[in-house]
């Protein structure tokens, strides 16, 4: 299966508190990306690091990515309540076809 | 509000019937993709278009049917379905079906078969 794992599957924290989500992954990629999934709702873009690139940062996101361990993380700081929501890293093979695979995904809630 | 929009946003229907649910997105995207989304799980990928042409099908059962009629249209045509179809189908859309082109996703189509 190319699916990818998170960790942890939920997590629960106060405002104000940062939030750390973990990927990993089996196959070469790409690129990895992260989203974020209200209840209910499609599916939000968040970030997109390379492969050839080890950290990127947008607004209160810093994303890792680690090829020779397989393995990304998603660093929120300074949570908010809004901030609640289903968070998936998802990642392209490296046939250049835009086909993504999904990890399991973490629940964030965010208690204000 | 997302720019890509899915429609009906409910749909329940028997094992018997037919329907077809409807995305349509006005971002001059050229890639289109329908998901399948189970409860408490990750999207899988169902049907990748590219210029309104079939470039993947992810092993997906003949009773899903998709079309592209144009470039900004996508369906996805439901016939005999089980009641394992059960689950929200998302449409998504990037500019073209390169790997570094983020995907918009609509809001989903929450399908119950009775």
């Known amino acids: 299966s190319q699916q990818g794992e998170e960790d942890p599957q939920a997590l629960s924290i106060q405002e104000g508190e940062n939030a750390t989500m973990n990927c990993s992954y089996k196959?070469?990629?790409?690129?990895l990306q992260w989203y974020r999934q209200n209840s209910g709702r499609g599916l939000v873009h968040l970030i997109l690091?390379?492969?050839?690139?080890r950290e990127k940062h947008s607004g209160r996101l810093r994303v890792t990515l680690d090829t020779s361990k397989k393995s990304s993380s998603l660093l929120i700081t300074a949570s908010r309540a809004a901030d609640t929501a289903s968070y998936f890293c998802?990642?392209?093979?490296?046939?250049?076809?835009?086909?993504?695979?999904f990890g399991t995904g973490t629940r964030l809630t965010v208690i204000p | 509000d997302t720019e890509v929009t899915q429609t009906p946003k409910h749909l329940v229907m028997g094992m018997t019937n037919k329907k077809s649910l409807k995305c349509e997105q006005h971002?001059?995207?050229?890639?289109m993709y329908w998901y399948k989304q189970k409860a408490k799980k990750p999207p899988e990928l169902m049907f990748v278009?590219?210029?309104?042409?079939?470039?993947i099908n992810e092993s997906v059962p003949s009773r899903f049917s998709p079309e592209c009629p144009n470039s900004s249209l996508l369906n996805l045509h439901l016939h005999a379905l089980q009641p394992e179809d059960s689950a929200l189908y998302l449409c998504?859309?990037?500019?073209?079906?390169?790997?570094?082109?983020?995907?918009?996703f609509g809001d989903g189509t929450r399908l119950s078969i009775l």
């Open positions: 998504a859309s990037s500019q073209v079906e390169q790997s570094n082109q983020p995907q918009h």
């Open positions: 196959t070469s990629i790409n690129n």
């Open positions: 690091i390379r492969s050839n690139e």
């Open positions: 998802a990642f392209v093979g490296q046939t250049g076809a835009n086909n993504l695979f």
């Open positions: 971002m001059g995207h050229r890639a």
């Open positions: 278009y590219s210029y309104e042409k079939l470039s």
